[in-house]
C-alpha cells in the first residue's frame, strides 16, 4: 500500500542544536517533496520544496535533502531556535494527480 | 490580502444534523482541497478540485459532498453527521508556481459532533 511516514514521535532537542526530522514513503514516484510547518490551532504553512533531481535545498537555517533510492527526505533545522518548536509535515504530489498526501507530522520542541 | 478564508471557525452538531463548511480563495488558484485532522492521524484529504467543475474523492471520502460553486469557492457537506467526524477541517488551494508549487492553507474548522 501507499504509504508517507514521519516518526509520530516528539523531537526534543537543546537550542542552538540541529534538528533532523525523517520522512519516509512507500509506493510513490514524487517528482518533488514539500515540508510544512503547522503550529497549534493553524492551518500548515509551506516551507521548502525539493525536487527529484535535486540532491540538496538550503533556505536560510533549513535544509533538505531528498534520496528517491531510499524514498527518504530529511529535513534539518540548524542553530535550533525556541520559535522553532512547532510540527513540522511533510507533503508529497501522488505523481501528476494534484493529490498531495501528507505525513502525519512530528512535533519538534525546542528547548531554552 | 485574506488568501483562504474558512467559515464558520466552530461548529457543533448533534448526531444526524447537516452542515456545510465553507471555503474561499482569492488567489486565482485552480485547485482547492479539503483536509480533515484528527491527532496522530496527520492531515487527511477527503476531496480535492484539481480544476473549476471536477472533483475528485481523496483517502476519506465516506459521509461528505462537496461543490466547486465556481474558481474561488468549494464547499464541503455533511448530510448526516456522525461522532466520528469531529475533527479539524482545512480548506486549501494550489499555487502552482513557479518557483514552487504549493499549497495554502485556511486557519481551520473544527468541528464536533455529539
Known amino acids: 500500500s501507499q504509504k508517507i511516514e514521519q516518526n509520530s514521535e516528539a523531537l526534543n532537542i537543546q537550542e542552538g542544536k540541529t534538528a533532523t526530522l525523517t520522512c519516509n514513503y512507500t509506493n510513490y514516484s514524487p517528482a518533488y517533496l514539500q515540508w510544512y510547518r503547522q503550529d497549534p490551532g493553524r492551518g500548515p504553512v509551506f516551507l521548502l520544496l525539493i525536487r527529484e533531481n535535486e540532491k540538496e535545498k538550503r533556505k536560510e537555517r533549513l535544509k533538505v535533502t531528498f534520496d528517491t533510492t531510499l524514498k527518504q527526505s530529511l529535513f534539518h533545522i540548524t542553530a535550533s531556535q525556541p520559535a522553532d518548536s512547532a510540527t513540522y509535515l511533510c507533503?508529497?504530489?501522488?505523481?501528476?494527480?494534484?493529490?498531495?498526501?501528507f505525513g502525519t507530522g512530528t512535533r519538534l520542541k525546542v528547548l531554552a | 490580502n485574506a488568501g483562504v478564508t474558512q467559515t464558520p471557525k466552530f461548529q457543533v452538531l448533534k448526531t444526524g444534523q447537516s452542515m456545510t463548511l465553507q471555503c474561499a480563495q482569492d488567489?486565482?488558484?485552480?485547485?482547492m482541497y479539503w483536509y480533515r485532522q484528527d491527532p496522530g492521524m496527520g492531515l487527511r484529504l477527503i476531496y480535492y478540485s484539481a480544476s473549476e467543475g471536477t472533483t475528485d474523492k481523496g483517502e476519506v471520502p465516506n459521509g461528505y459532498n462537496v461543490s466547486r460553486l465556481n474558481k474561488r469557492e468549494f464547499s464541503l457537506r455533511l448530510e448526516s453527521a456522525a461522532p466520528s467526524q469531529t475533527s479539524v477541517y482545512f480548506c486549501?488551494?494550489?499555487?502552482?508556481?513557479?518557483?514552487?508549487?504549493?499549497?495554502?492553507f485556511g486557519s481551520g474548522t473544527q468541528l464536533s459532533v455529539l
Open positions: 507533503a508529497l504530489e501522488a505523481s501528476g494527480t494534484y493529490k498531495y498526501i
Open positions: 486549501a488551494s494550489r499555487d502552482p508556481g513557479p518557483p514552487n508549487e504549493k499549497l495554502f
Open positions: 488567489m486565482n488558484h485552480n485547485s
